[in-house]
């Protein structure tokens, strides 16, 4: 029996030995973290509506709209929402129905029409609200018959999209001198 314990502690160590040197590769975890980040640029503003009538639709007529850039390096959505408005005026956010006394309805479309129509807008997906942001999706502040390439989610880095709002003026209104409304334009996840 102590012969054979040799005999075995020899065997054991050449067998793995041999194991050490049939091993052809390894490897090596590492960790890597890329400082990404959104950014958004706005561009070719203010817009103009000019001389809008009561109660009327106008988009805006500026020849291209203004231009949001994903200025970033990751992929954007964007949510819109209004910020700054004439104290006087109220935003209608309803879908159906237009703004009455003192209200105002605007609506937004990142589209390469150059300008939209009126009708282009829908209600139901594209009016700019104060209290909440929107966010663009395939159907919101888009056509849905157009590509991705124009609307304004799943923006790469780079990318440049045309955005066109839409203003419903106020059936009646006690301002006749220029007003000021601000959209503001937040850079989101795509």
């Not at 910020?83 to 006087?88: F, M």
């Not at 105002?104 to 009708?119: E, K």
């Not at 282009?120 to 018959?145: C, G, P, R, S, W």
């Amino acid at each position: 029996m102590k012969r054979l314990i040799p005999i075995v502690a020899f065997l054991a160590i050449v067998g793995f030995i041999s194991q050490a040197e049939a091993q052809t590769s390894g490897t090596c975890r590492m960790s890597v973290t890329v400082s990404a980040a959104r950014s958004v640029e706005v561009t070719d503003e203010p817009l103009t509506f000019g001389s809008v009538t009561p109660g009327s639709k106008m988009v805006n007529t500026d020849a291209s709209g203004c231009k949001v850039k994903n200025s970033g390096t990751k992929w954007n959505a964007y949510e819109l929402n209004i910020t700054n408005k004439p104290t006087a005026w109220s935003v209608y956010e309803e879908t159906t129905g237009d703004p009455g006394n003192e209200e105002f309805r605007l609506l937004a479309l990142f589209t390469s029409s150059s300008p939209p129509g009126t009708d282009d807008f829908v209600e139901a997906n594209d009016i700019v609200k104060t209290a909440a942001t929107l966010a663009t999706t395939e159907t919101v502040y888009a056509i849905d018959e157009e590509g991705p390439s124009v609307k304004g989610a799943h923006c790469s880095a780079g990318a440049v999209r045309k955005l066109w709002f839409r203003f419903d003026a106020p059936t009646t209104t006690d301002l006749s001198d220029q007003q000021w409304i601000t959209v503001t334009i937040t850079a989101t996840g795509a």
